[in-house]
């Protein structure tokens, strides 16, 4: 598979994917979501890599879901979403399977991360076994002012506890890379300028362990946290994001958004509801 969206580099035990969409923030197209699925492919069956590393080109790591793409409504899934079910589909097949891929490859996974790393951003991130962040890194997920439960993967709770998850995503709060550390989101903090080279290096300390006994360690952490509900909770939020989506509410905000494009859906992400003619205020 050619790639247009995202790069792909084997060096050593290491593999490094990099979104490439610098242009846009690296905001995730559905063409970026595919070609980072095939990419995660091409790592796990080549025998040689041991240890993948998700990083992004340019000044963010991801501003979340490509919005332009959806609202456009000129691609294959932004079609089916008229539809509850086609709804379902496209979240289903693009936002779950693939990131729940990602958290159950098996190979360990390290995300380098930097500048604004939003909503879906987060989500992806989080998948991934490990974070390194640059000193510039911030972490948010405002999309909850937009109607919808945030997104798809509920992943806060179990990266920084239910208290600090409900006061990000109810108050729509951003942390630093410092606060992220101190939260357990993220494993190290380092200058900007040594985001890659720290990300290389802890992609080799991991390579030293046999990948059976790699893949042994990170399956029975994600079984231990499974046992706690992780997968389950995570399934039981995204059917409750798919029926709040649907809601007078939500169509209302979404078809609001269609006609502002995406000035409407920043007004919505700081809390101005102004482009809201049902707006009651």
């Known amino acids: 598979m050619d790639f247009a969206t995202i790069r792909y580099e084997v060096d050593g035990a290491v593999a490094t994917i990099t979104l490439d969409r610098p242009d846009a923030a690296n905001a995730q197209s559905s063409r970026l979501i595919s070609e980072l699925d095939a990419a995660f492919d091409r790592a796990e069956h080549d025998d040689e890599v041991r240890v993948v590393v998700l990083a992004a080109e340019g000044r963010h790591f991801s501003a979340g879901h490509d919005l332009k793409e959806i609202l456009a409504g000129e691609e ?135 990948p059976i006994t790699a893949r042994a360690i990170k399956d029975t952490i994600n079984h231990m946290v499974d046992l706690q509900g992780q997968r389950e909770s995570w399934r039981y939020h995204f059917m409750v994001h798919q029926l709040v989506s649907n809601t007078a509410e939500a169509l209302g905000r979404t078809a609001a958004r269609k006609a502002g494009g995406m000035d409407a859906v920043k007004r919505e992400q700081a809390g101005d509801h102004t482009a809201r003619p049902d707006d009651p205020r």
């Open 76 to 210: 294959h899934w932004a079609t089916q979403r008229d539809t509850p079910e086609g709804k379902l589909e496209h979240e289903q097949v693009m936002y779950w399977d693939k990131l729940v891929r990602i958290r159950d490859f098996p190979k360990p996974t390290i995300a380098a991360v930097q500048g604004a790393c939003a909503a879906a951003g987060m989500m992806l991130a989080s998948m991934c076994d490990l974070i390194v962040a640059a000193d510039d890194a911030r972490f948010s997920n405002p999309v909850a002012r937009m109607s919808g439960v945030g997104v798809e993967l509920l992943v806060e709770p179990w990266d920084l506890g239910p208290r600090q998850a409900k006061e990000l995503l109810l108050c729509a709060t951003t942390l630093d890379a410092h606060e992220a550390a101190r939260l357990g989101l993220v494993n190290r903090v380092v200058p900007r300028a040594e985001l890659a080279s720290a990300a290389r290096s802890m992609a080799e300390e991991v390579a030293l362990v046999p």
